[in-house]
């Protein structure tokens, strides 16, 4: 079955970094695009960052790109999430997300909290 383990998550200082993974199993990674969204309380969930399958392309919301980097390893069916000069808005459940046409497969998320 599909599966997901995320990690990385944690408290974090304004002004830190944290590095979030997402290794995936059950399906064959290679072939999605891959995913990283984020769900404040409150809000609705909104999409930080897209990887394509080979990794060649990536996406994010103007918000989004000049503070956090995605990336992929398929030798370790892994997405990585690289987030720099936290905020503490920033604070939210962060979501791997896994889509291929109309299959779509979500992580359970991990917390990231930024706070002094």
């Known amino acids: 079955q599909v599966q997901f383990v995320e990690s990385g998550g944690g408290l974090v200082q304004p002004g830190g970094s944290l590095r979030l993974s997402c290794a995936a199993s059950g399906f064959t990674f290679r072939s999605f695009a891959m995913s990283w969204y984020r769900q404040a309380p409150g809000k609705e969930r909104e999409l930080v960052a897209t990887?394509?399958?080979?990794?060649?392309?990536?996406t994010y919301p103007d918000s989004m790109k000049d503070r956090f980097t995605i990336s992929r390893d398929n030798a370790k069916n892994t997405v990585y999430l690289q987030m720099n000069s936290l905020k503490p808005e920033d604070t939210a459940v962060y979501y791997c997300n896994a889509q291929w046409f109309e299959l779509n497969y979500w992580g359970q998320g991990t917390q990231v909290t930024v706070s002094s």
């Open positions: 990887i394509s399958r080979t990794g060649s392309s990536t």
